[in-house]
C-alpha cells in the first residue's frame, strides 16, 4: 500500500518559497519546526538576501496549480531514488550554488 502525498507550500512573508510533499497539513506544518531547515532557510539567499531571517513566522498551505506543475516538472528530472527522502522545488531563483 503506498502512502498518499500531498504538495504543499512553504511561504515567507506571503511568498511562495519551497514546495514539497507531506502525509498531511500537520506533517507540513512540522517541517517549518525542524531546525535543519530553518537553518538551511536561513543560509540561502536571494537577489543577494537570506530568504529568512531566522524570526519571521514560517507558513505552509496546500499547492496551487501553477505550483503544483512547477513541482511537477521537477520531480520528473530531479527526484530522489529514495521515496522517504523529502524532496523540495524552491519557487524562488536562489543565489549560486546552492
Known amino acids: ?6 504538495v504543499y507550500v512553504l511561504e515567507i ?7 514539497f510533499e507531506a502525509t498531511s ?10 531546525e535543519w531547515l530553518r537553518e538551511e532557510l536561513a543560509r540561502l539567499r536571494s537577489n543577494g538576501s537570506p530568504i529568512w531571517d531566522g524570526e519571521t513566522k514560517l507558513t505552509v498551505r496546500r499547492v496551487e496549480e501553477g505550483e503544483k506543475q512547477l513541482f511537477a ?6 527526484r530522489p531514488t529514495d521515496v522517504d ?3 523540495f522545488v524552491y519557487l524562488i531563483e536562489l543565489d549560486g550554488d546552492e
Open 13 to 19: 512573508l506571503e511568498k511562495p518559497t519551497l514546495a
Open 85 to 87: 527522502e523529502l524532496f
Open 73 to 78: 516538472e521537477a520531480s520528473e528530472n530531479g
Open 1 to 6: 500500500m503506498s502512502i498518499v502525498r500531498a
Open 25 to 34: 497539513y500537520h506533517e507540513a506544518r512540522s517541517l517549518t519546526k525542524e
